[in-house]
Structure formats: structure tokens, C-alpha cells
T-cell receptor, first 113, second 112 residues
Framework: DTEVTQTPKHLVMGMTNKKSLKCEQH?????MYWYKQKAKKPPELMFV???????INESVPSRFSPECPNSSLLNLHLHALQPEDSALYLC????????????FGPGTRLTVT | LAKTTQPISMDSYEGQEVNITCSHN???????ITWYQQFPSQGPRFIIQ???TKVTNEVASLFIPADRKSSTLSLPRVSLSDTAVYYC?????????????FGQGTTLQVKP
């Protein structure tokens, strides 16, 4: 199984809502990532989890809160988002943090109203 | 992390070989060159990675000259389904701990 799954596929939320994005992989990978991608732009790294510990936070606002409950799961908790946070949120995993061969999920298309 | 420069867009026709060149003049000794492909509304997909000379897999070939200041991704006999954005990335996985930094990418349009 070389698949990274993400739920939901689409999410519309108001600026006062709290929601969560979920990512799952069963490849035994020990590094997991969150990226944000705006339309016609390249993906931007947000967070890196290495062996279930947060190893990189690319100065992401605190309204985005990552969580790694176990080696297969990665969540991104969203609270008090702004309309400019609307984007495609991509999850990825790799065997370890020292690999550039990352497997990406299909993403969650988030719209903040 | 070395900066990369790629053409913004390229056009090709079905059945042709496509070569996308990436410039990375300040590549470091520990850096590898990695290429990803992204279709609209999908996550990027790893295509190929190399350090020097030539690497080939079932999807593409990667040519890297001796000075490593550029690299060329070669896609043989493209089809309409190869229409996508192609990203060239340069970095040292073991030093940058998986920190992928995507450049602007090259949008390849394959025409019938």
C-alpha cells in the first residue's frame, strides 16, 4: 500500500469554526509533513513530524495546530482561520526525515468564508 | 538549499521526447537533484532523483553534467496524460531533514 489518504476532500468553514484535517499512511513511514498550496503556486512546507515528534515548524500561525497521535496518523487542527488561509492542504510521508522521496496525498481543498 | 531556475512553461506534441532543464548554479557537494510531477488538484508525485551523470527509471531519465550546475529531466514519447507541472528541487536530504522546497516549476502542455 503506497497510498496517503486525506479527509475530507473538501471543507468549507467560517472564521469562527474549529475543524480538523486528517491524514493517514500505512507504509511504515516515520516522517510526515503538512504543506499548503495556493492556486498556481508551488507547495509550501508547514510542518514536519519525525518519529512522531514535531521537528520543523515553518513559522506557521498558531491558528494551525498539528498533531501526530501515532506513526500512521497526522492531524491538522484549524481554528479562527482567515479567508487568505483558503488553499489546498497536502499531507505527505517518507521513510525517514532524510528522504526527499515523499508520498503525497490528494489534499484537502479548504475554503474559509 | 540551492536555488533553482526552470522555464515557466513548455509545449510539446504527443510522441515527442521532452527535455526540461533546471539551472542550479550554487549546488553544494551534498546536494541531490530531485524531480516531482503534479497534476491539477493532486499532490506532487516523486519522479526521479540523482547526484551525478545519468539516472533512468521506468518514467524518466535525469542527466546531470560533471559540474552539476544544471540538470535535464527527459520524458520519452510524451502523451496527453503527461500534461502537468514539473518541479526541480535541489538539497541535501540528510542535512535538511526532508525539507523539500519547491520552486516555481515548469508547466508542460502536451498537445495532440
Amino acid at each position: 500500500d503506497t497510498e496517503v489518504t486525506q479527509t475530507p476532500k473538501h471543507l468549507v468553514m467560517g472564521m469562527t469554526n474549529k475543524k480538523s484535517l486528517k491524514c493517514e499512511q500505512h507504509m511504515g513511514h516515520r516522517a510526515m509533513y503538512w504543506y499548503k498550496q495556493k492556486a498556481k503556486k508551488p507547495p509550501e512546507l508547514m510542518f514536519v513530524y519525525s518519529y512522531e515528534k514535531l521537528s520543523i515548524n515553518e513559522s506557521v500561525p498558531s491558528r494551525f495546530s498539528p498533531e501526530c497521535p501515532n506513526s500512521s496518523l497526522l492531524n491538522l487542527h484549524l481554528h479562527a482561520l482567515q479567508p487568505e488561509d483558503s488553499a489546498l492542504y497536502l499531507c505527505a510521508s517518507s521513510q525517514g526525515p532524510d528522504s526527499y522521496e515523499q508520498y503525497f496525498g490528494p489534499g484537502t481543498r479548504l475554503t474559509v468564508t | 538549499l540551492a536555488k533553482t531556475t526552470q522555464p515557466i512553461s513548455m509545449d510539446s506534441y504527443e510522441g515527442q521526447e521532452v527535455n526540461i532543464t533546471c539551472s542550479h548554479n550554487n549546488i553544494a557537494t551534498n546536494d541531490y537533484i530531485t524531480w516531482y510531477q503534479q497534476f491539477p488538484s493532486q499532490g506532487p508525485r516523486f519522479i526521479i532523483q540523482g547526484y551525478k551523470t545519468k539516472v533512468t527509471n521506468e518514467v524518466a531519465s535525469l542527466f546531470i553534467p560533471a559540474d552539476r550546475k544544471s540538470s535535464t529531466l527527459s520524458l520519452p514519447r510524451v502523451s496527453l496524460s503527461d500534461t502537468a507541472v514539473y518541479y526541480c528541487l535541489v538539497g541535501a536530504p540528510r542535512l535538511d531533514t526532508g525539507k523539500l522546497i519547491f520552486g516555481q516549476g515548469t508547466t508542460l502542455q502536451v498537445k495532440p
